[in-house]
């Protein structure tokens, strides 16, 4: 047995309570390496007396690594457990101390692995809509405009032309509202909008006043409206926290401007002299942008001043969740606090953070519900668009990045092909219809929320920011759209209504095809997808080079 690639941590993604009575045990081991993987388990007070022994599952299998899991009911969640472990020749006993060819239970169990007690308060609830949701990603100025009374004088941009960083459209709040039935009509039932408040440019991610609806967009009464639109329509409304930073022309800003270190403000900044001075740069900022000054998040008055913020468009508006921009730079310590307000304005209300990478430490249960899972963007570039993974290497990745965090987490991620932030997937496939439509049905069918990046069913093009942000185009020809096809997607998961468990992502015999299994809780799916140069087969299934398949209760779909 490979003794060096076992991994247990207690209170981790490998050890988390999922309800008051039940808790989640994983193990790594080294690929392969192992025949069989036990747990051997007891109340912690009672050592010796009532063992329990349960065989666990190989649940994921990644590049390097196996992941064994099993889910326990316990009468008593003072919990101790070594694992048990064959691996064709030798048991094995694995706890704290490491692996050893005996375990002394007589002398109680002092070098076990615990799970001290389950405290509800520690356990992360799964936000039930979260995990069957699917999302619609909006990009306001691009998208609709409807608001015939607006001054349009700021509109530099054709309906249609290419747009750059500075062009303005005119989409709107109004023009979101006229399209619900349309977004509906997708089965998508929420929506994730970039930022909507008062700032001078076209993404608005440099606010100046958090407490005004930008008048490009519309009003207070337009995001009203929009809410109870949406609600109407059994539909959830996720808006953009810019949190990390602000507009250099916001007021407080301004005031640490004009009055340096006299300011009230100036701590409420990270600056680095007596007055902040763009060159050479002497204050922190997002990303070398002079104008997006950043907030200094460890100072408690800006943490009540932001989540004085987060709450209020919950309580007076109700929507119902934040995305939470550039969140792996603003520190854990705002997150915590900004959590606990959240969820007590208004529980189901759901956080997902922005961190490009693991962010397994945010998504313990006390900081963010979920993140933007571009890990799994980059996989679906990396297998459909650049040849970087063939069908088992994709099958180990996908089990690598699902091995991250916990299955609670994996229920409630927000995926992604595409963003504002990112080329439009179907450009980087060459706009091959084929892998657009192969990778959407991977999308809607991986643990956790799929999120469409609007225009997507139209097959919009574009490369980098600002390309990616080009203007919906309504016009097109129904019959030469994704829409029904999106639609069918998203009825197959609300239909099926898929947990984590039951999840098996592997690679056919033949290395051929990528394969994806899905046991819901009303029925299951097998999607088979063929990216290799000749035909693949998986048992009596067979699958054309370029092709994929897709059965739902055992009969093809699509
Ligand atoms: C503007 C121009 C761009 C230009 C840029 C730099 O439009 O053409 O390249 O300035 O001068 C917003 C706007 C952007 C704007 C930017 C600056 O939407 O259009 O760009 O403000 O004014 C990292 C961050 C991540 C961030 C991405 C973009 O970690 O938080 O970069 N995403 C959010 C939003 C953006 C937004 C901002 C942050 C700022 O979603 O839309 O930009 O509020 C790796 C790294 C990641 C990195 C990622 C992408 O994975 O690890 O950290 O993300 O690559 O680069």
Redesign the pocket.
């Known amino acids: 047995m490979n003794q060096f690639a076992l991994l247990h941590i207690t209170d981790s993604e490998y050890c988390f309570p999922v309800s008051e009575n039940e808790i989640v045990i994983r193990l790594r081991t080294a690929k392969n390496d192992i025949e069989r993987a036990y747990i051997i388990y007891e109340s912690k007070y009672v050592i010796g007396n009532s063992q329990q022994k349960l065989q666990m599952k190989k649940e994921l299998s990644g590049e390097l690594y196996d992941y064994y899991s099993i889910r326990l009911k316990l009468e008593d969640t003072r919990l101790a457990y070594v694992f048990y472990l064959y691996d064709g020749k030798e048991y094995y006993y694995f706890s704290e101390d490491g692996a050893t060819l005996t375990y002394d239970f007589t002398k109680g169990f002092y070098n076990f692995f615990q799970y001290p007690y389950i405290n509800s308060a520690d356990i992360l609830k799964k936000e039930e809509w979260l995990s069957q949701a699917s999302f619609y990603q909006i990009f306001i100025d691009r998208f609709c405009m409807a608001d015939g009374n607006k001054d349009k004088n700021y509109i530099n941009l054709k309906w249609g032309d290419i747009p750059n ?1 500075k062009s303005f459209a005119g989409g709107d709040l109004k023009g979101i509202i006229s399209k619900l039935e349309y977004i509906k009509s997708l089965g998508c039932d929420a929506l994730y909008l ?1 930022p909507i408040f008062k700032s001078p ?1 076209n ?1 608005k ?2 606010i100046v006043d958090y407490f005004e609806v930008d008048p490009n967009f519309g009003d207070e009464t337009d995001l009203t409206n929009l809410v109870k639109e949406l609600h109407n329509r059994g539909m959830k409304l996720v808006l953009d926290a ?1 949190f ?2 602000v507009s250099e022309l916001n007021d407080k800003f301004q005031d640490v401007i004009s009055k340096g270190k006299e300011s009230e403000y100036y701590d409420w900044f990270v600056i680095k002299g007596d007055y902040p001075c763009a060159s050479p740069l002497n204050y922190e900022v ?4 002079t104008y ?1 000054p950043k907030w200094n998040t460890s100072n408690v008055q800006v943490q009540d001043y932001l989540i004085s913020i987060a709450t209020y468009y919950i309580r007076e508006f109700d929507i119902d969740g934040w995305r939470l ?2 969140s ?2 603003i520190s854990h310590d705002f997150w915590r606090r900004f959590r606990k307000e959240i969820k007590a304005a208004k529980e189901s209300a759901v956080i997902i953070g ?1 961190n ?2 693991n962010a397994s430490n945010y998504l313990r249960g006390d900081q963010y519900d979920s993140i933007m899972n ?1 890990a799994f963007t980059k996989a679906a570039l990396d297998y459909f668009a650049y040849g970087q993974l063939d069908a088992q290497g994709m099958a180990n990745k996908l089990n690598d990045i699902l091995a991250r965090n916990t299955d609670t987490v994996n229920d409630m991620m927000l995926n992604l092909l595409d ?3 990112t080329d439009r997937f179907f450009s980087e496939v060459h706009e091959d219809r084929k892998k657009l439509k192969a990778a959407l049905a991977l999308l809607y069918l991986f643990p956790g929320a799929p999120s469409i990046f609007y225009g997507t069913e139209c097959y919009t093009v574009g490369g980098y ?2 390309d990616c942000r080009r203007c919906m185009d309504f016009a097109k020809d129904k019959e030469d759209t994704l829409n029904d096809y999106i639609k069918q997607l998203a009825d197959i998961r609300k239909k099926c209504s898929f947990q984590f468990s039951g999840t098996h992502i592997f690679a056919s015999e033949d290395k051929k095809l990528f394969c994806l299994k899905r046991q819901g809780r009303n029925g299951d799916v097998m999607l088979y997808i063929n990216e290799s140069e000749s035909i693949g087969k998986e048992k009596d299934i067979q699958v054309a080079p370029g092709d994929f398949r897709l059965f739902v209760c055992g009969g093809e779909v699509l």
Do not use: I, L, R
Request: aromatic share 14%; with cysteine; proline share 4%.
């Open positions: 960083a970039t440019s993404h991610y440099d810019v990390n930073h997002f990303a070398g942008c997006m921009d550039v792996d730079e922005e490009w990478h571009y963003s504002h932030d920011d600002p």
